[in-house]
């Protein structure tokens, strides 16, 4: 087996860790759950959610990797060994897989807005919903799309861990803020901007409900990338000297910031034009922006051309990193459980990737009323299964995992870096609290509501 490699740097731990946690869904989900659940009060609610929730499960997944060295799977093994917990191994890598398969058509489509942008095409559109329509339907263009930007995460990983992920992170996310710095500087100077960040930022703490906290949890919970094996499998390239709830905290600081600040360029963006807060999801960024972006900037239009190339970069960057990230526990698996090299192991993941990703792609159009999967079409199964099913069930065994089955003197060993780090004892039995029950009941709340129970 090939020499198991770590991070070399702090930073490297940091950016990559952030990069798995920064994704699409900070950038069209985000912003509109803050729109439409009481904007400041919202992301008050979220940041509360972050902390209780977030923070203590993402600790978890470092502590099970880096006291393992282990791929996901290999790791719940070793530290219950014989047991039915790991199972949670397997349901983490089948996940990450499970994701992917569908996270790579989407980020086909910012792929393809990209170079739509760039030259000059997406500009001229007079219908945007027509457009994406057109193409997300038709049979090959998305499907090539899909493979481009799998194969580009497939470069990244089959690199390594050092000089493929660390090196990748340390180049893209100081890019991807760079560029939300630049939107938003874009996003403020245009007229009738005001309004987008008053309906931002101006608490109705008369629209927080019992609905709108799990709808908060929600966002938390899946924006900080927890229950799909990623940040375990990263914890295991940690180095022995790596703080574990420092590490947390910035990965949580930056994936928070990321989320607000899209929202601070697309409020005030559709308000210049629509006054109106804007639609979620794919509708969003694919029929909405586009329409705006023509409209905001049609005296000037190269700021036009400009904005919505460096927006679906970023839609691109933030895709990009997530994919890196979700690929790894898969390839981590296959590369140690099975002995394989990093170059196969990358290229199974890869191409079972795309096989499935062209499913998912037709689910659009040629394969729009093939619905053998619960009546559903292979992408919404994909969807369905691992954001609703597969994610909230692997939050909570982690939680349980760490909180019950494993030893509290192991834990706070390694949150200590064994005793090198003060850590209070009475923050580590809040933590252990929080894992044994608090966190459980709200992630099964958050289950119950997204299959509709209530």
Partial sequence: ???????????GIVLASAGSAVGLG??????????ENGGAAFILVYVLCVIILGLPLMVSEFVIGRRTHKNTADAYRELAPGSAWIFQGYLGVFTAWFILCYYGVVSGWTLKYLVSGFIGELHRVTDSADYFVQ???????????????????????????????????????????????????????????????RFLLKPDFSK?????????????????????????TYASYFTDDAKLVKTAG???????????????????????????????????????????FQIAFGNVAWLGWLFSVLFYLLLLLAALTSMVSIHEPPTAFLLEHFNLRRSTATTIVTSVCIGVGMLCSL???????????????????????????FLPVGGIIISLFVGWRLSSDMVFDELSNHGHLHVPRWAFSVYIFLL??????????????????F
């Avoid at 029950?437 to 299959?451: N, S, T």
């Fill in 1 to 11: 087996m090939e020499k198991r490699a770590n991070f070399g740097s702090k930073l």
């Fill in 26 to 35: 900070n950038v069209w989900r985000f912003p509109t759950e803050v729109g």
């Fill in 135 to 197: 193409f997300s339907s038709s049979t090959w263009a998305p499907v090539v799309y899909m493979a481009v930007v799998m194969l580009m995460c497939h470069v990244v990983i089959v690199r390594g861990v050092q000089t493929g992920i660390e090196r990748f992170s340390k180049l893209m996310m100081p890019l991807l803020l760079l560029i939300i710095a630049l939107l938003v500087v874009f996003s403020f100077s245009m007229p009738g901007s005001a309004d987008g960040l």
């Fill in 208 to 232: 927080i409900d019992s609905s709108v906290i799990l709808s908060a949890m929600g966002q938390a919970f899946f924006s900080l990338s927890i229950g799909m094996g990623c940040l375990c």
């Fill in 250 to 292: 910035s990965v949580a600081a930056i994936d928070t910031t990321v989320a607000v600040m899209s929202g601070f360029i697309i409020f005030p963006a559709v308000f210049s034009v629509e006054a109106v807060a804007p639609d979620a999801g794919p509708g969003l960024v694919f029929i909405t922006l586009p329409n705006v």
């Fill in 363 to 389: 689910s659009f159009g040629l394969l729009a009323d093939f619905r053998p999967l619960f009546g559903l079409t292979f992408f919404d199964f994909f969807d369905f299964v691992s954001a609703k099913i």
């Fill in 436 to 453: 044994r029950w608090l966190i459980p009941l709200a992630i099964m709340a958050i289950f119950l509501k997204e299959l509709g129970v």
